[in-house]
């Protein structure tokens, strides 16, 4: 009797273990059969909801103001940079002048006495004793008026008229150029010399006399429209300095009288000038 309960008791025993190992071996064949590789699997990634439905956050939804008629496109427009000049170009005159004599500008001086007979000697020459020859000069056009031309300009004349020979202001307008054209493209382009005096009366002359202790007592060449002064150079922007517009005018000046063209004398305040020959 007690053999066979053992017997049963036995058998339900394994009878449990094997439905227990059929169980989990199932399972196993579920898991293995359902896993695929890694990169076969779909990845789906998963986004954040926006801050506007998380509760307790309402935030206002703003747009771009746009102009109308205006292109939306995100187009980036290139363009140059605006550069403002250092200086703007200034009155003539308006600046510190620089200075034409004997002190700036080295040039030989001719002698007076050659001064006078070059004047007496130019076709158109006389001697201007007063306003009524003077106006006589003009009528006939033995003189002419003188007006600011390129690379000079003519200053407020006090003792003098601004009335040369016809010949002599030819001279005026060749200096005036070529000056002009030895500044054209430097810093000192528009920089223009400044003429002093020119055609005096003997009656100005006179009264010019006794003021001024370097004005001759003998016949002024300005008498007879053959001279003019140059007494500075006008810089036409503040950068210019004086070295460039001296120079050249050095250099015109040594030419014109190289060429037998004019007599020269360097004075004080000014550089007088007498046409000695007439261009050809």
Same mark, same amino acid.
């Given at each position: 009797?007690?053999?066979?309960?053992?017997?049963?008791?036995?058998?339900?025993?394994?009878?449990?273990?094997?439905?227990?190992?059929?169980?989990?071996?199932?399972?196993?064949?579920?898991?293995?059969?359902?896993?695929?590789?890694?990169?076969?699997?779909?990845?789906?990634?998963?986004?954040?909801?926006?801050?506007?439905?998380?509760?307790?956050?309402?935030?206002?939804?703003?747009?771009?103001?746009?102009?109308?008629?205006?292109?939306?496109?995100?187009?980036?427009?290139?363009?140059?940079?605006?550069? +403002?000049?250092?200086?703007?170009?200034?009155?003539?005159?308006?600046?510190?002048?620089?200075?034409?004599?004997?002190?700036?500008?080295?040039?030989?001086?001719?002698?007076?006495?050659?001064?006078?007979?070059?004047?007496?000697?130019?076709?158109?020459?006389?001697?201007?004793?007063?306003?009524?020859?003077?106006?006589?000069?003009?009528?006939?056009?033995?003189?002419?008026?003188?007006?600011?031309?390129?690379?000079?300009?003519?200053?407020?004349?006090?003792?003098?008229?601004?009335?040369?020979?016809?010949?002599?202001?030819?001279?005026?307008?060749?200096?005036?150029?070529?000056?002009?054209?030895?500044?054209?493209?430097?810093?000192? +382009?528009?920089?223009?010399?400044?003429?002093?005096?020119?055609?005096?009366?003997?009656?100005?002359?006179?009264?010019?006399?006794?003021?001024?202790?370097?004005?001759?007592?003998?016949?002024?060449?300005?008498?007879?429209?053959?001279?003019?002064?140059?007494?500075?150079?006008?810089?036409?922007? +503040?950068?210019?300095?004086?070295?460039?517009?001296?120079?050249?005018?050095?250099?015109?000046?040594?030419?014109?009288?190289? +060429?037998?063209?004019?007599?020269?004398?360097?004075?004080?305040?000014?550089?007088?000038?007498?046409?000695?020959?007439?261009?050809?």
């Amino acid at each position: 009797m007690s053999t066979s309960v053992k017997r049963d008791f036995r058998w339900d025993r394994i009878l449990l273990v094997a439905l227990i190992l059929i169980g989990c071996s199932s399972g196993v064949v579920a898991l293995v059969s359902n896993e695929a590789p890694p990169s076969q699997q779909k990845q789906n990634l998963s986004h954040p909801e926006p801050i506007s439905k998380i509760n307790g956050y309402n935030l206002p939804e703003k747009e771009l103001a746009v102009a109308q008629g205006e292109d939306t496109n995100n187009e980036f427009v290139l363009s140059e940079d605006v550069v +403002e000049p250092k200086t703007k170009d200034v009155k003539l005159g308006s600046l510190l002048p620089c200075s034409c004599c004997k002190k700036t500008i080295r040039v030989p001086k001719n002698p007076y006495t050659r001064h006078q007979s070059a004047a007496r000697s130019l076709p158109s020459s006389f001697f201007v004793k007063n306003d009524s020859e003077l106006s006589y000069g003009l009528s006939v056009n033995k003189l002419v008026e003188v007006s600011d031309g390129r690379g000079y300009r003519i200053d407020r004349l006090k003792y003098s008229k601004a009335v040369l020979l016809p010949e002599v202001r030819d001279l005026l307008e060749d200096m005036g150029h070529d000056y002009a054209d030895a500044l054209k493209g430097t810093d000192s +382009e528009g920089t223009v010399f400044r003429v002093t005096s020119m055609t005096r009366t003997d009656h100005q002359q006179r009264s010019l006399r006794r003021r001024n202790r370097n004005a001759t007592k003998s016949l002024s060449t300005h008498s007879y429209g053959a001279s003019f002064d140059i007494a500075f150079m006008d810089r036409a922007n +503040e950068d210019d300095n004086c070295n460039r517009p001296t120079r050249e005018m050095q250099k015109l000046l040594l030419r014109y009288q190289k +060429e037998g063209r004019i007599l020269i004398i360097p004075e004080g305040g000014c550089m007088h000038i007498t046409l000695l020959r007439v261009k050809s």
